[in-house]
């Protein structure tokens, strides 16, 4: 378990400090910034990439949602559930922690930017309201999950589940972006929201619900349409999310 725990830190490290540092560093850099496009495409890279990476070691989940909504799906052992939020938490800390670093070492530099916090209302990047950002990360979140479990299920093309996981959640980036600047990960938004407190923290309790009950939804929708999966556990390096892939 220590090796799977770790393998899950180093993959939400490399998923925020790639995704945020992306945001913070790269989106806005003179005549070349990547733009909104960029960062999306960056997350979804960091999800794409650590599936190959560690998805036969933990299953690369890298997302305090995704692995309760793959314990309400069947695929994971609850038990497992705390040990995995833990080690993302710890990792998305330290991303944000590395970025901090970085981005502190220009001139100027201040964390009234947010550092790619996820916000709502005066800190939504398009000024929407708590109403449309708790429904943005509900759907898009359970849509997240609907491409897991879909693309991970044994009737499914072999080899291709990293590839549907890290371009949905690019997808899914270039919608959520102006309105929370998007998380559907709680691990994701309280790595940032550490650093920056105030009211990164303050709003950081709508950034774990509204996930967490998207994922949930997520599986129930892909239980009612996906019923017959014989899926028993994870395919080292193809199957993102494993079913009862850890062992004790």
């Not at 998923?15 to 496009?37: E, K, T, W």
């Not at 093309?157 to 709680?186: D, E």
């Not at 920056?196 to 929708?221: H, R």
């Amino acid at each position: 378990m220590g090796k799977i725990v770790a393998a899950e830190l180093l993959g939400t490290f490399w998923l925020v400090f790639g995704g945020c540092g992306s945001a913070v560093l790269a989106a806005a850099f003179p005549n070349v910034g990547i733009g909104l496009l960029g960062v999306s495409l960056a997350f979804g890279l960091t999800v794409l990439t650590m599936a190959y990476t560690i998805g036969h070691i933990s299953g690369c989940h890298l997302n305090p949602a995704v692995s309760i909504g793959l314990a309400v799906a069947g695929r994971f052992k609850a038990a497992h559930v705390l040990p995995y939020v833990a080690a993302q938490v710890a990792g998305a800390v330290l991303g944000a922690g590395v970025l901090y670093v970085i981005a502190s070492g220009q001139p100027g530099f201040s964390l009234a930017g947010g550092l790619a916090s996820n916000g709502y209302a005066e800190h939504s990047p398009g000024g929407y309201s708590l109403a449309a950002g708790i429904t943005s990360e509900i759907v898009l979140t359970m849509m997240f999950l609907f491409i897991i479990l879909g693309s991970t299920d044994d009737r499914a093309p072999r080899g291709f589940a990293p590839l549907a996981i890290g371009l949905g959640l690019t997808l899914i980036h270039l919608i959520g972006i102006p309105v929370t600047n998007l998380s559907v990960n709680p691990a994701r938004s309280t790595g940032p929201a550490v650093f920056v407190g105030g009211w990164a923290l303050a709003q950081l309790w709508m950034f774990w619900v509204a996930p967490i009950a998207g994922a949930v939804l997520g599986a129930l929708a892909y239980g009612a349409v996906g019923a017959g999966s014989t899926a028993t556990e994870v395919e080292p390096g193809l199957r993102p999310a494993p079913v009862d892939a850890v062992k004790s």
